[in-house]
């Protein structure tokens, strides 16, 4: 069997599907990142805080992420890249309601220290799904260069979601 008949064989529809949503979550992963830098004149004149406070919010956010960032390739090794990734989004997604939530300064820093223990995830779940979920790479010496560029591709959601971020916020 040659590698031309390999390929045609194992290209599945379904891949660019989970391409698709891994490169979703990039966008909100770095949507959910940069929305705050935005919108923190606004957040500040509602909740009354000056700009050392925000530095606080942000640097809580950042050991969050930094500790999780260590944590989650275990979590993603232990439970495999589907299983993790739904966690981390889901994860991700009830800290951003619970922000939604916000009436002091520590309930922001809580609530920033929380998503930032579940953004981590994305950046070492979704490149396992690249390489097991999605293209086979040991398998298909052919798809090797299309798997690489793709998940350049989803990783290049953070470009994106910064121009589209701005935008929704003026």
Not at 7 to 20: A, V
């Amino acid at each position: 069997m040659n590698d031309a008949s390999a390929f045609d064989k194992k290209t599945s529809p379904l891949r660019w599907w989970i391409l698709f949503f891994l490169f979703a979550s990039g966008f909100l992963n770095y949507m959910d990142k940069g929305m705050l830098a935005i919108l923190a004149p606004t957040i500040q004149k509602d909740l009354g805080f000056d700009d050392n406070a925000y530095a606080d919010v942000q640097n809580w956010f950042q050991v969050a992420y930094t500790i999780a960032t260590l944590a989650s390739g275990f979590i993603v090794d232990r439970f495999g890249a589907r299983i993790s990734l739904a966690l981390f989004v889901g994860w991700w997604s009830m800290a951003n309601v619970l922000t939604g939530f916000t009436n002091s300064v520590l309930t922001l820093k809580i609530f920033r220290c929380v998503l930032g223990l579940g953004e981590a995830g994305n950046w070492t779940a979704a490149p396992k799904a690249v390489g097991n979920e999605v293209w086979l790479l040991a398998s298909i010496p052919l798809e090797r260069p299309s798997a690489w560029s793709s998940l350049r591709r989803s990783s290049l959601a953070w470009r994106h979601s910064a121009a589209v971020g701005r935008h929704r916020s003026s």
